[in-house]
C-alpha cells in the first residue's frame, strides 16, 4: 500500500468527490476575491508564425479577427519566428492601452506566454489567456474554454483571476509550468508519442502499452511538503512507475490525472505510482482515461502540496514540463499562488 509519501497521507477521492470537483477548475467562488472587471478593447495576440500558415491555423486567425472585429476590439499581430519565440513576444511586447495578451495555441504556448508574462516587473503586466487551438488544452479546459468562441464568451465578461503557476528550478535554471510536470513512463511515453504522429490518437496508447511491456527501472528518491519549507527527501532510491505534479486536473489528451486539481489553491497535485505489474499498469491507464479512478488505487500515492523534489539514479533521465522542455535532475518543483492574471 503506497498511503503516504514524506509523511503526507494519500488522498482517495471516491467518484462522486471526483466528480464534483470536476465542476469548476477554480475553488468555490465564496472562497475568492473576484479580480477587477476589465472593458476589453485591445489585446496582443501572438499567433504561431508555422501553423497560422497552414488552412486550419489560417482560418482559426481568421475566425478571432472576425469575432474581434463584431466586438470593435483592436488585435495587433504579433508572430513566432521560431520555438520558444512567444516567451520573448510577450517579455518585450509594449502594454501602452493594451488590456490583455492572447496566444493561440495549447499548453505549450501558454507556458512560453505565462514565462514571458512573469519575467516582466510586476507593475507591468496584464492578464493573459490562451485560444485553445493547441494539441494539449488542458488549463483551458479547466476554465471551460474549449473553443475560440467559448474564449470570446469569457472576453465579453471581462473577470479577471489570479491563477497559479508552478516553477521548476533544474541544473539549467528555472521554468515555469502552467500544465503538468512528469517523469518516468509517463514522459517517455509521451516522447515517443511525438515519433508515431502518423498514427493519430492511436499513438498515446500504443506508447504507453510499449513502454509498459518494456517495464525500464525508474529508481528516483521523491520528496514532498505542504509548506514551503524544503522537501524531504527520502535516504534511499525507490523503483517508481511514473510521478506527475500537476497545476491542472488533465494533461496529454485531456486524462484526469489530478481529480481534485485546481488553478488558484496555491498547491499542486502530485501523483506517484509504484510498481505493480504489467496487467494491473494497464488497468491503471484505463482508469485514468475515464474519470481518474486510478487515485483509489494502493499502488498510487495522490497528495497536494506546496513543494517536492525529485532525483533520479539514472542520470540520463529527463522531467518534462508542459509537453515541450526536457531537463535533468535534480528538480524542485515549487507552487507559485498568485502568479498571473487570466480571464475567468
Known amino acids: 500500500m503506497f498511503n503516504a509519501l514524506s509523511g503526507i497521507p494519500a488522498l482517495r477521492p471516491n467518484k462522486a ?33 508555422v501553423k497560422s500558415t497552414e488552412t486550419a491555423g489560417a482560418a482559426q486567425v ?16 504579433v508572430v ?23 496566444v493561440m495555441g495549447g499548453d505549450g504556448t501558454l507556458r512560453e506566454g505565462v514565462s514571458g508574462m512573469l519575467a516582466r516587473t510586476a507593475n507591468d503586466r496584464c492578464p493573459i489567456f490562451v485560444f485553445p487551438v493547441g494539441t494539449g488544452n488542458n488549463f483551458a479546459g479547466d476554465l471551460g474554454i474549449r473553443s475560440i468562441q467559448d474564449m470570446f464568451a469569457v472576453i465579453d465578461k471581462g473577470a479577471t483571476h489570479a491563477v497559479d503557476a508552478v516553477k521548476v528550478t533544474h541544473p539549467l535554471g528555472t521554468t515555469y509550468s502552467i500544465n503538468c510536470v512528469t517523469w518516468g513512463l509517463a514522459r517517455e511515453a509521451a516522447e515517443t508519442a511525438e515519433g508515431w504522429r502518423l498514427l493519430g490518437p492511436l499513438r498515446y496508447d500504443l506508447a504507453g502499452f510499449y513502454h509498459i511491456l518494456l517495464d525500464k527501472l525508474n529508481f528516483a528518491k521523491i520528496g514532498a511538503s505542504v509548506t514551503v519549507a524544503p522537501a524531504p527527501v527520502p535516504a534511499a532510491h525507490e523503483d517508481y512507475l511514473m510521478m506527475f505534479a500537476q497545476n491542472t486536473r488533465c494533461s496529454g489528451r485531456g486524462f484526469t490525472f489530478c481529480p481534485l486539481a485546481k488553478l488558484d489553491d496555491g498547491m499542486f497535485d502530485l501523483v506517484a505510482v509504484k510498481k505493480s505489474g504489467i ?15 486510478h487515485v483509489e488505487d494502493p499502488a498510487v500515492c495522490y497528495l497536494q502540496a506546496r513543494t517536492m523534489a525529485l532525483t533520479a539514479q539514472d542520470a540520463g533521465d529527463l522531467v518534462n ?8 535532475t535534480p528538480v524542485t518543483v515549487d507552487a507559485c499562488q498568485g502568479a498571473f492574471l487570466t480571464l475567468v
Open 17 to 49: 468527490a471526483r466528480t464534483e470537483a470536476a465542476a469548476s477548475g477554480l475553488v468555490n467562488t465564496a472562497d475568492r476575491t473576484p479580480g477587477a472587471k476589465l472593458d476589453i478593447k485591445t489585446i496582443v495576440l501572438v499567433v504561431h508564425g
Open 62 to 77: 481568421e475566425t478571432v479577427r472576425a469575432l474581434a472585429a463584431e466586438r470593435g476590439m483592436t488585435v495587433q499581430e
Open 80 to 102: 513566432t519566428e521560431r520555438p520558444g519565440h512567444c516567451e520573448t513576444l510577450v517579455a518585450e511586447a509594449d502594454l501602452s492601452g493594451v488590456d490583455a495578451i492572447g
Open 279 to 293: 496487467f494491473r499498469t494497464i488497468g491503471l491507464f484505463n482508469q485514468v482515461k475515464t474519470d481518474g479512478g
Open 321 to 328: 514540463i508542459d509537453g515541450e522542455v526536457n531537463v535533468g
